[in-house]
């Protein structure tokens, strides 16, 4: 979901601490690090990289072209592909029969079983596309703060262990308290009085 | 920063169900100039409220949809102890109105809907758009994080339990 769509989710995050000087070429090199990379030969059922956010399918980090007006605004794309569990069983079925007429055997180890399993899950991820996702980043350095346009709750997941690899950071999800305790500047007293507090009741 | 997330966000979870509960009572019941400290934003309860209670079999998820929503059955659900887990909100401000909900668990937000600011005609364009929609959720935020300080500060001080003996008077009434 863009950030530049009618209707958008956000979920925000906080980043601790400060990274490598020269800040841009630091985060540059980040996203380099990890840029999405087509992988049509690759039998894995997930692909996830950064992408450009003005370019989701060609991305290109140079200059300052991640940039606008202070703020660094990229993309996460997940590209995943999935074969019904069916044509799984029925290609499995065909080949463990090809197995036990090759061999004259009436029967097949749980390892020939494990070993004919991936080798046909293998061959059906290589013939399907995968599907692209793409999710944009808003992230503003001087605050510490990360917008990520998506609930979606692997994609943000994705998005915490690729930024955690891509820049030595890690994000720290924004809920109610970790709002309190980090972004609205309480008094030590009132985060002391925060940490104790138990559930209200609303009604007897 | 020591701050264990997984710990604090079961631990605390309860404070955003507090929080929206609040709002809503809030929205309802009392002057918006003491809530937005701003005579000229307005806020009001959108079109979905999302509640849960804990039973003996579970967990018992009561989701109430339309205009004017939840007035009647949040209130009946209220009455039983359910509390309030998803809140849809509209803000309007100077004209303009943003629409959204926002999730107790996290504080998330979506189905975010901005106001207007036209179409992106060509690439060059795509810059400004994206300062303007940036300024647009960032204001959202701005209020958000304003009424949830005004309510933390509210939970931790000595007059919370007069704010919760309000909302008791206003759920059972």
């Known amino acids: ?204 | 920063m020591m701050l264990d997330v997984s710990l604090t966000f079961y631990r605390y979870g309860f404070l955003g169900s507090e929080f929206l509960t609040w709002l809503w009572f809030y929205i309802v019941n009392s002057d918006q100039d003491k809530l937005l400290d701003n005579k000229k934003v307005f806020i009001e309860i959108g079109n979905k409220i999302v509640l849960e209670r804990k039973t003996n079999d579970g967990v018992e998820k009561v989701t109430i949809k339309g205009k004017d929503a939840g007035l009647e059955e949040g209130m009946v659900s209220l009455k039983k102890g359910a509390v309030v887990k998803e809140l849809n909100l509209i803000y309007r401000k100077e004209e303009k109105e943003w629409s959204f909900t926002v999730t107790g668990e996290n504080l998330s937000l979506s189905n975010l809907k901005t106001p207007d600011i036209g179409f992106i005609e060509s690439k060059k364009d795509v810059d400004g758009f994206v300062v303007e929609k940036i300024f647009l959720y960032d204001s959202l935020y701005f209020l958000i994080d304003g009424l949830y300080k005004k309510f933390i500060k509210l939970r931790v001080s000595t007059g919370w339990p007069n704010v919760v003996a309000d909302i008791n008077k206003w759920i059972n009434f």
């Open chain 1, 1 to 204: 979901m863009g950030l530049l769509s009618s209707s958008v989710s956000i979920n925000r995050y906080y980043v601790e601490g400060k990274i490598k000087e020269p800040v841009l070429d630091t985060v540059k090199k980040g996203l380099e690090k990890l840029t999405f990379r087509e992988r049509d030969d690759d039998p894995s059922n997930k692909n996830a990289g950064w992408t450009s956010f003005n370019n989701h399918f060609n991305p290109n980090f140079s200059g300052s072209s991640f940039v606008i007006n202070e703020l660094f605004v990229f993309s996460l794309r997940i590209d995943k592909k999935s074969v019904s569990p069916k044509i799984i069983k029925k290609n499995f079925s065909v080949e463990t029969a090809k197995r036990l007429e090759e061999s004259g055997r009436g029967y097949l180890t749980a390892n020939e079983k494990k070993e004919v399993k991936e080798q046909v899950t293998d061959a059906l991820f290589l013939m399907v596309p995968a599907v692209p996702n793409v999710y944009d980043v808003v992230w503003n350095y001087e605050k510490s703060i990360l917008w990520f346009f998506s609930n979606n709750k692997s994609a943000n997941e994705e998005l915490e262990i690729l930024f955690s690899a891509s820049f030595n950071q890690s994000l720290i999800k924004i809920f109610p308290y970790s709002e309190a305790d980090i972004l609205l500047g309480l008094t030590d007293k009132e985060r002391d009085l925060l940490s104790l507090l138990s559930p209200s009741k609303f009604v007897e």
